[in-house]
């Protein structure tokens, strides 16, 4: 089913996910906080649309975070708790601290006892945070060419949100595996580090999570 698409952030993975939902049939609008500069990307892609946070947050019928996680809360709150509540919000984005990685592991601005993902509910309750494409890079997030349909770790708290984002997530090519409310994404995130530790060390970043019953 076609819906208006709102992507927050304007990185690697915004992009991708832009252009993702875009060729999926979605009509989609990308957010930044200097539209100006996402131009000459957009003419890349018609059918895209550039604006504000809030603009993007207003016109999504599904929202998208995908920026830094240093930034994460700062967009939502340029975007408008008015502009999301009510919405499903796909949280894309991991506790990344500002410090390079020691021997490829990355370090966290959060405990294992406190989410990123839990903080921006805490801030956006009536929003309904589903955390998803957190696991793996850009590249592979739409349409992974793979040996098999690999695996993307989901949670949150309102079930109708997690339905929403399976659907899109099988209709990407991947099998959701839902690990229940907001509480998962404590285990979720950190599997960031995990996925990324072959890439700093061997540059193998062409890879995914599965599993197997």
């Known amino acids: 089913m076609k819906t208006n698409i709102g992507i927050l952030g304007s990185g690697t993975v915004g992009k991708t996910l832009a252009a993702g939902f875009l060729q999926h049939g979605h009509d989609v609008m990308i957010g930044s906080r200097t539209?100006?500069?996402?131009?000459?990307?957009?003419?890349?892609?018609?059918?895209?649309?550039?604006?504000?946070?809030?603009?993007?947050?207003?016109?999504?019928d599904l929202v998208v975070l995908a920026t830094k996680g240093t930034a994460a809360e700062a967009a939502l709150t340029a975007a408008g708790a008015a502009n999301l509540k009510g919405k499903t919000i796909a949280d894309a984005t991991n506790p990344i601290a500002e410090k390079p990685p020691t021997h490829g592991?990355?370090?966290?601005?959060?405990?294992?006892?406190?989410?990123?993902?839990?903080?921006?509910?805490?801030?956006?309750?009536?929003?309904?945070?589903?955390?998803?494409?957190?696991?793996v890079g850009a590249a592979l997030m739409v349409d992974p060419q793979l040996e098999s349909r690999p695996t993307m770790f989901i949670c949150g708290n309102d079930a109708g949100a997690k339905t929403e984002v399976t659907g899109i997530l099988d209709a990407f090519g991947w099998?959701?595996?839902?690990?229940?409310?907001?509480?998962?994404?404590?285990?979720?995130?950190?599997?960031?580090?995990?996925?990324?530790?072959?890439?700093?060390?061997?540059n193998d970043w062409a890879h995914a999570f599965k599993v197997l019953r």
């Open 35 to 60: 539209p100006a500069k996402l131009s000459d990307w957009a003419a890349q892609h018609p059918g895209v649309r550039v604006g504000t946070f809030d603009e993007v947050a207003a016109f999504g």
């Open 105 to 135: 592991v990355l370090s966290f601005f959060t405990t294992l006892d406190d989410s990123l993902m839990e903080r921006l509910q805490r801030a956006f309750p009536e929003a309904h945070f589903v955390k998803a494409f957190s696991c």
């Open 175 to 202: 099998d959701a595996e839902d690990m229940g409310p907001v509480e998962a994404a404590r285990a979720i995130e950190p599997l960031c580090i995990l996925w990324c530790i072959p890439g700093f060390v061997r």
